[in-house]
């Protein structure tokens, strides 16, 4: 490994314990990778919060660091993240001021908010969003980051031309401590050229439309590929484009998507493939389209009584647009109404009387964390659902035996104010 005198310094001890472990892990990720040097990260979001899966290890909060972020048998303290690193929280097993109606017992709350201010203690900023980007986290052109949200990785590579792999949990933890990650995959040019184009012939002018979109290509994209997406499709703004990357997400393992014509490296679809030959074209016809919407949305009408929109977190115009179509309008009792969004954008809708609009229909606004992340007692008992982010409905069928129903907000409305989706 080609190091710096200050990596040299962090990884012999001299930065302290924390982060000599953070760069032993990341020496030995970047051996397993092949990367011969590293590269400073310079912008993070990282899974806090008392998580489910972290409940494996019945200990203190320094333990479970230890074990499950820092992969260490050693007792390791999170005292600070990098000084150069602009970390923030991504979501929480809980939202971060109710917990009742989301059936999660007050231990869980109290356990969630201490793992929150031990990581604010150490300088990583609370936000608890999915989508960064929507209040101010935004990696520039050539700059570097991890994320552990995975549209995330396709939005700032696509999107802003930033630089990011898909690293997993750890990963990202190891390289907000130490501010460096392998310079590797997409954190070099020649290997961010498209290599499988897709033509769009079907329906995409509506943010489902796109989410649609995302999934098909997720689902037909080949191993370790990066789509090109082409074609007469009707140009997204940043809602539909968090709909298609979130989605894509879902059904592949892509970090980077190009858009001719929308995305910085596309300008043309022979700048996207480097001026080399597709190594396939793919067609996304309606029929393909049809074909995901009926993978995503059980057929047939039913009761519901769980109702969630935000996946991903709602933008403010997003909870603009269901005020006004719910004003006046009362949910059904016995329907849980949720709209998932962040704190930043939570008191936006609080400021413009939109939360208020929401909660005389009988719904509230809830931040930080989503169904599919909070886990199967959230909707325990449920027979029937509505989720209208194709992400969400695609996980959620694992844990649930109730009906998944899927849409837009609109259709959503109409199932929590009729208790019923009709197919």
């Not at 030995?28 to 494996?56: D, M, P, R």
């Not at 493939?273 to 009926?294: A, F, M």
């Amino acid at each position: 490994m080609k190091l710096t005198e200050y990596e040299k310094s962090m990884l012999d001890g001299k930065e302290g314990k924390l982060k000599q472990v953070a760069m032993e892990k990341i020496v030995q990720y970047a051996e397993a990778l092949g990367a011969e040097e590293l590269c400073e990260v310079t912008k993070a979001t990282i899974f806090c919060g008392a998580h489910n899966y972290l409940e494996v290890i019945d200990s203190d909060f320094d333990d479970v660091f230890s074990e499950m972020y820092m992969s260490t048998d050693e007792k390791v303290k999170l005292d600070k993240v990098a000084d150069t690193c602009f970390c923030q929280t991504c979501v929480a097993p809980c939202d971060q001021y109710k917990w009742e109606p989301l059936n999660v017992s007050k231990e869980k709350f109290d356990k969630n908010t201490e793992y929150l201010k031990r990581a604010h203690d150490a300088g990583i900023n609370i936000t608890g969003s999915c989508t960064p980007y929507l209040i101010g986290w935004i990696p520039l052109r050539g700059e570097h980051f991890v994320t552990t949200e995975s549209h995330v990785v396709l939005m700032c590579n696509s999107i802003w031309s930033a630089c990011g792999n898909s690293d997993g949990l750890e990963a990202a933890f190891w390289s907000a401590i130490c501010g460096r990650t392998p310079l590797w995959g997409n954190h070099i040019l020649e290997n961010r050229k498209g290599t499988h184009v897709f033509n769009i012939e079907c329906e995409s002018s509506t943010a489902i439309d796109w989410d649609i979109i995302g999934y098909t290509v997720g689902r037909k994209l080949p191993a370790h590929a990066v789509p090109v997406i082409s074609g007469n499709f009707k140009r997204p703004n940043i809602i539909k484009l968090k709909q298609c990357y979130a989605s894509m997400a879902t059904t592949s393992g892509a970090e980077m998507c190009h858009i001719v014509g929308i995305t910085p490296e596309a300008p043309t679809l022979e700048e996207a493939l480097g001026g080399k030959e597709p190594q396939g074209v793919i067609t996304i016809t309606q029929e393909d389209y049809n074909e995901s919407l009926r993978m995503l949305c059980d057929e047939g009408s039913d009761d519901v009584q769980f109702v969630s929109l935000g996946c991903p977190h709602y933008t403010l115009e997003e909870i603009a647009d269901v005020a006004k179509y719910i004003k006046g309008k009362k949910v059904k009792d016995g329907v849980l109404f949720m709209v998932w969004t962040d704190y930043a954008i939570k008191k936006m809708a609080d400021e413009n009387g939109y939360t208020k609009i929401i909660q005389d229909a009988g719904g509230d606004i809830y931040t930080s964390t989503c169904p599919l992340v909070i886990g199967p007692k959230c909707h325990e008992g449920v027979t029937g659902m509505v989720m209208d982010g194709a992400k969400q409905a695609h996980y959620v069928r694992s844990e649930t035996k109730a009906k998944v129903f899927y849409g837009d907000m609109y259709k959503g409305i109409d199932a929590a104010v009729l208790g019923k989706w009709e197919g």
